[in-house]
DNA sequence: TAGATTGTTAATCGATTAACAATC
DNA sequence: TAGATTGTTAATCGATTAACAATC
C-alpha cells in the first residue's frame, strides 16, 4: 500500500476507537457522518480516508463496523505486535501505565523504569517496575521497540540517549524537553501546557466577543 | 492584531517554554535556526511566526530572550490570568495539577473535583479536592473559565454539559470520549492512544526498512 | 421513484518553504 | 569587506472541501 498521509493514520487510530465504543454498544453499521460527528470532522473527510485505505461500504447501510476496525488493525498495527516500556514512574507514568494496559491492542507496556530504588521490584497494573540501571538489559530481553518517556526534564536528553543506543524503534516524549535525536529514530512529543495555554488563547478571544455584546 | 493561525499559536506556547530555559541558562539572545531546532522546525518559519507577532530582532545578535518572553506573554496570555479546574482526581489528574501549578504561569489551578468522597478536602500540591456535587458552586465561586478532563470515559458527557451550563469557557478532553458541545465553547482533545498508535505505526515502517537492508 | 448515501476528482484553502533583498 | 543573519514576498506543497456521478 503507498504511504498514507500522516494526519489519515491520526484519524485511522481515532475512528477505531470509535468504532470499538459503537461495537461494544450493539452498532453493527455506522455511516460516514456518524464517524464525522463524533470526531468533529466532516463527512467527506472520514470517506476520503476509508477510500485511501482501499475500502469500501454499503450504499444503504454505511460501513461494517467490524470488518472496518480489522482493517485499520492491519494498517496501523504489526502482527506480532509491540513491546513497550514506560520510562519514569511518577503519576504520568503511572495513568499511562494503567490507560493503555487492558486495552486491546497489539501495544503492550511490558516494563517500567525508575530511579527511585524504593519503586524497583513493584507491580503497577500489572507492569514491573525496575530500576533504571536495568534499562538497557530489559529492553534488550524483553525485546523493547517502543519508549514512553514521563521522566522530569533536566534527565530526558540523557535517557533518550541510553534508549536510542539499546536500539529502541520510536519515543513518545512526555517531557517539556524536546529532544534531539537522529532521524531514522521516530519521535512524538507532547507538552500539555502548550494544549492548556491553546484552549487558554482561544477561551480568551470568546471572552472579549462576550464583552463585545454587552 | 489580526487573528494569528492555530498553528502559530501553538509555536508560540513552545517557544516561550524554549525561551524560559535559555534565560535559565544565562543566554540572552537566540538565533532562529537555534530555535529551529530544538522544536524540530525550520528557521523561516520560526522568522515568519516572529514576523506575525510584529516583534523584529537584531541582525546579528538574533533576538532577546527576555523581550520575546515577554511579548508571547502579550498574546497568548490574559491580564489577570486564567482559573482552572481539573476534574477527577486520578493519576493523570494529579499528574497535570503538579505539572501545571508550580509553573509560573497565569493559568492557575484552582480546584480538583473527584466523585470519591475519600479525596474530599485533601490537597494535592496546593490543591483542594472537591466532591463532584461541588462543582457547580465552585465554579461559579472561584471564577473558573478553563476545565481539564481526566475523568472515566462513561461520565465524560455528562460532566460536559455540566461544566458548560456552569459557565466553563473552554474544555481540555483527556478521556477517550470525544464530546459533544456547542460551538462556543473552545474544546480541545487529547488521547494517548493516538499518540502512541502513531509511534507506533511509524517505527513500524522504519523496521521494515530496516529488513530490507539485509 | 425520490432521497440518502458512497466514492472520487477537481478546486480551494491554508500552511510551509524557497528565494532573495536588506543589513550589520 | 564577506559572511551571517533577519524580514518578507511569492511559489509550492499538502490537506481539506466542493461538486457531482453512481447506486441502492
Known amino acids: 500500500m503507498k504511504k498514507l498521509p500522516d494526519k489519515t493514520i491520526e484519524r485511522l487510530s481515532m475512528y477505531r476507537r470509535n468504532l470499538i465504543l459503537c461495537l461494544s454498544q450493539g452498532k453493527k453499521y455506522i455511516y460516514s457522518h456518524e464517524l464525522a460527528n463524533d470526531l468533529h470532522i466532516t463527512p467527506v473527510q472520514v470517506r476520503r480516508d476509508i477510500m485511501l ?15 472496518m ?8 498495527d504489526t502482527e506480532q ?6 520510562i519514569g514512574v511518577g503519576n504520568l507514568g503511572r495513568a499511562i501505565i494503567s490507560y493503555i494496559n487492558g486495552k486491546r491492542s497489539k501495544l503492550k507496556i511490558v516494563a517500567a523504569f525508575d530511579s527511585d530504588s524504593e519503586k524497583s521490584g513493584k507491580l503497577y497494573a500489572g507492569v514491573r517496575v525496575f530500576h ?28 533518550a540517549e541510553r534508549l536510542i543506543t539499546a536500539g529502541i524503534k520510536g519515543i513518545l516524549n512526555y517531557t517539556p524537553r524536546p ?11 507532547y507538552d ?23
Not at 81 to 86: R, W
Not at 194 to 211: F, G, L
Open 53 to 67: 485505505i482501499g475500502y469500501s461500504g454499503t450504499l444503504r447501510k454505511g460501513y461494517d463496523v467490524e470488518e
Open 192 to 214: 500539555m501546557i502548550t494544549s492548556i495555554e491553546k484552549v487558554a488563547y482561544h477561551s480568551k478571544s470568546a471572552e472579549e466577543m462576550n464583552y463585545s455584546y454587552r
Open 179 to 189: 529532544l534531539n535525536i537522529p532521524s531514522h529514530i521516530y519521535l512524538e512529543e
Open 69 to 76: 476496525i480489522k482493517l485499520i488493525g492491519t494498517i496501523i
Open 132 to 159: 533504571l540501571k536495568e534499562l538497557e538489559t530489559q529492553i534488550l530481553e524483553k525485546n523493547i521497540s517502543i519508549a514512553i518517556l514521563t521522566v522530569p526534564g533536566d534527565v530526558a536528553e540523557e535517557i
Open 81 to 86: 505486535g509491540k513491546n513497550v516500556a514506560v
